[in-house]
């Protein structure tokens, strides 16, 4: 599988990375026919934001409810590791619940991988390969 991503989209991931850094950022990955066209960020309400993240559960179901009503679709979730690579921790790949959503991680440690992103799947994550159009 290969995922479309937005500059912008990109952009904003990176960027809420470098403001939320030494924590962990975290948003929803929104967007129509698998193309990614927005990173909303979010709240990290884990009690833990600098090893750890949890997305703001009303704002991921307020995502939810606009899709439904026909806005963005929900591709997946993005979050930063602020002083480790952009690949799925042991952490990460515990708490994922293996629904086949997109996963982008951002490193603020690795300037040359932009992002890198992910499959949630049943027999956990596997990489995904990427390109980045206007917009």
Known sequence: MQVEVTSNALAAMRAHAAAAHPHEACGILLGTDGRITEA???????????????????????????????????????????????????TDRACASGDGKVWAIVSPNDPDAVARFWQDGEQGFAALSFTISDG
């Open 40 to 90: 909303r960020k979010t709240a990290n309400v884990h009690p833990a934001p600098a090893t750890h993240f949890e997305i703001d559960p009303q704002a991921l179901i307020d995502a939810h409810r606009a899709a439904r009503a026909g806005g963005l679709d929900v591709i997946g979730y993005y979050h930063s590791h602020p002083s480790g690579p952009p690949a799925p921790s042991a």
